[in-house]
């Protein structure tokens, strides 16, 4: 059964920091564009960041969270990771995982993130 599973999710303070991950099963995320996307309440859900797969690892990031959020993978583990440093209100959102392959695109159920004093 393919599914991706986020996890990570929490209650954190401004500046603080939150690793999320996105476990992949029933494929290997290893050969996908994985990608995190965010949905904050009222809004359009919002590119964060990819990396891509296939024996590559490039990234790109969206400019409201470049040189705070990294994405790494474990190809071992079959699981992508959303690294959060310096988090912000505006951060607060459900964070969704996206394995995007040549031939199907899987979505994970997403975590909440809510950042808050």
């Known amino acids: 059964q393919v599914q991706l599973v986020e996890s990570g999710g929490s209650l954190v303070q401004p500046g603080g920091s939150l690793r999320l991950s996105c476990a992949a099963s029933?494929?290997?995320?290893?050969?996908?564009?994985m990608r995190w996307y965010r949905q904050a309440p009222g809004k359009e859900r919002e590119f964060v960041a990819y990396i891509t797969g296939d024996g590559g690892s490039f990234t790109n990031y969206a400019d409201s969270v470049k040189g705070r959020f990294t994405i790494s993978r474990d190809n071992a583990k079959n699981t992508v990771y959303l690294q959060m440093n310096s988090l912000k209100p505006e951060d607060t959102a459900v964070y969704y995982c996206?394995?995007?392959?040549?031939?199907?695109?899987?979505w994970g159920q997403g975590t909440q993130v809510t950042v808050s004093s």
């Open positions: 996206n394995a995007d392959g040549a031939r199907s695109s899987y």
């Open positions: 029933g494929f290997s995320a290893s050969m996908y564009l």
